[in-house]
């Protein structure tokens, strides 16, 4: 078995890949040069839009890679090679903005659903029992739930309804979210819905599932009335495990490269950002070049950088504002591991997609479609941590974060273990990866008007430095929001201009009147 260690946690930039020419004088008539930094996807759009509207722009990526967040794992470069997603892996249908995209950039044709937890009745489901069947736990889910509820009575609908939502909360809430959500479900959130008729949402030969999406769907004001920290994770619940979730067959960083594709200006690699110093007239993008930084004046700067990241750079010229929400942002690490092997077993033993909740230090497990040549192997999604769940996997040495689950994962698919079925392995920590030091920012325990503010401070741009990245957006952790960002830090370039004279009118006009 190979070990792949699929990060890049090299603080060295790597060499350019692209001409940098550089930055000049903003065009006659409007057109404005605007570097980019970061060639993530709220980078590339942000490139796209603004060469649609006939800006020059250039795009600085540190890494020796674009795609940001997106990273497509292909476990050999011939054709049909099995693939398995270390970033984004699904778009709910109803992100609108990034369906768009999806169209745009003519790739509509490769959209397929996406199967994810408890969406398959065959996979497993980590128990006080072990491993069961998904349509086999109820019995045992609710055992272990009642003993964790008060001394009051609850309908068996209520109580069936707490288990199935604590076991999905189980399966996506990090280390420390899970306590917090037991005590939460098991008394605000059940004597709430213990108020319902639950009868029409149960599911299953023997009506012993629930469809939480139906039932949130009908009843709003159930997670719309919770405090700020379960109405958030609520509705990552909801998003996470909703039947509406599509994939890209051939890999989700053919939206990258379609995008790299329409860009016509320079996009460079290696270009690490050392420092920012936002004037009004200029930004200067200080830039390392081995043991020496070099500053560059740019006309116009949108920032895409994670704010993770941002905060160990220099700054200058920023507002306090500013400042405190680069600051505080939290961002979460996320952790993947992913086995090549030599065949699907998975499917000998009834799951032919979706995921299980394995529990443990696994915690999540998936089991993508095997679309390429059928004598190249399957790729196995092993675990799918965030959080401390994350960081545990994620300080341990590739080869051995890679033993650690193979062996826990055999606790559930004992045929990981037979001689020859792992090929290869590979992970992804992002918590640990210099250019984005965590997998997406969150705002779990935040009321909606703290969430927006949040937002608009991150969003907000000083002088001609302009921010963009899901962390500017409504939508974090996705990439909707990320195309949220771009295209309002694209309306917000466009509107600088037309203030700056609107400004300089007033200032002349009261000079004139003195």
């Keep these: 078995m190979r070990n ?17 020419g550089p930055a000049r004088a903003t065009e006659a008539g409007g057109a404005k040069r605007i570097t980019i930094l970061g060639a993530g996807l709220a980078g590339l759009v942000a490139a796209y839009e603004l060469e649609r509207r006939g800006h020059l722009v250039e795009i600085l990526e ?24 270390l970033g984004a892996m699904r778009i709910p249908v109803k992100h609108r903005r990034t369906m768009h995209y999806i169209n745009e950039l003519g790739l509509a044709d490769k959209i397929r659903d996406f199967r994810t937890l408890f969406s398959e009745a065959t996979s497993y489901c980590a128990t006080s029992a072990g491993h069961l069947r998904v349509h086999e736990a109820a019995k045992v889910l609710v055992a272990d739930f009642r003993q964790t509820l008060p001394a009051r009575k609850y309908s068996d609908e209520a109580v069936l309804f707490g288990a199935w939502l604590t076991a999905i909360g189980n399966a996506i809430a990090p ?20 108020r319902f008729d639950l009868a029409p949402f ?10 939480l999406h139906a039932f949130f769907a009908l009843h709003p004001e159930v997670r719309s009335g919770r405090d700020g920290r379960l109405t958030r994770f609520l509705d990552d619940v909801l998003s996470e495990t909703s039947s509406e979730l599509v994939r890209l067959e051939g890999g989700m960083d053919q939206i990258v490269r379609r995008l790299a594709e ?10 690490e950002v050392v420092g920012l110093d936002a004037r009004e007239d200029h930004v200067a993008v200080d830039i390392r070049y081995g043991d020496h930084v070099r ?3 740019c006309d116009y700067v949108l920032c895409t950088i994670p704010f993770s990241v941002l905060r160990r750079l220099w700054l200058n010229g920023l507002s306090e504002a500013k400042m405190a929400v680069i600051r505080e942002a939290q961002y979460w690490s996320a952790t993947k591991i992913a086995f090549l092997c030599r065949e699907p077993f998975w499917e000998r033993d009834g799951i032919t997609g979706g995921a299980s909740f394995c529990g443990g230090r696994l915690r999540q497990t998936y089991y993508p479609a095997v679309e390429g040549a059928p004598d190249s192997g399957a790729a196995l999604l092993a675990s799918y941590t965030i959080g401390a769940d994350a960081d545990a996997l994620g300080h341990l040495p590739a080869a051995v974060r890679h033993a650690v689950v193979l062996q826990e994962l055999s606790k559930m698919h004992p045929e990981v273990l037979r001689p020859g079925m792992i090929l290869d392995a590979v992970s992804l ?7 984005s030091e965590g997998a997406a920012c969150v705002r779990w325990g935040k009321d909606t008007a703290a969430c927006e503010e949040e937002r608009r401070l991150a969003a907000c741009p000083e002088h001609r430095l302009f921010f963009a990245g899901e962390h500017c957006s409504s939508t974090t952790a996705w990439l909707e929001g990320a195309i949220e960002s771009a295209v309002n830090a694209v309306h917000e370039i466009q509107l600088h201009e037309s203030r700056t004279k609107q400004l300089s009118g007033v200032a002349g006009a009261k000079a004139a009147c003195r």
């Design 429 to 435: 920590t992002w918590g640990r990866r210099w250019w």
């Design 62 to 85: 540190g890494s020796s890679q674009i795609g940001g967040r997106i990273h497509t794992h292909r476990f050999h470069c011939g054709p049909g090679a099995p693939l398995v997603e």
């Design 262 to 271: 329409r860009i016509q200006g320079p996009i460079t690699c290696g270009q």
């Design 4 to 20: 792949t260690y699929a990060e890049d946690c090299s603080r060295a930039p790597q060499p350019p890949v692209g001409p940098l």
């Design 175 to 194: 280390a420390d979210f899970r306590a917090d959500l037991r005590d939460d479900f098991s008394i605000e959130l059940l004597d709430l819905v213990n």
């Design 202 to 211: 149960l599911r299953g030969s023997a009506r012993d599932q629930v469809d």
């Design 295 to 297: 500053a560059r004046r």
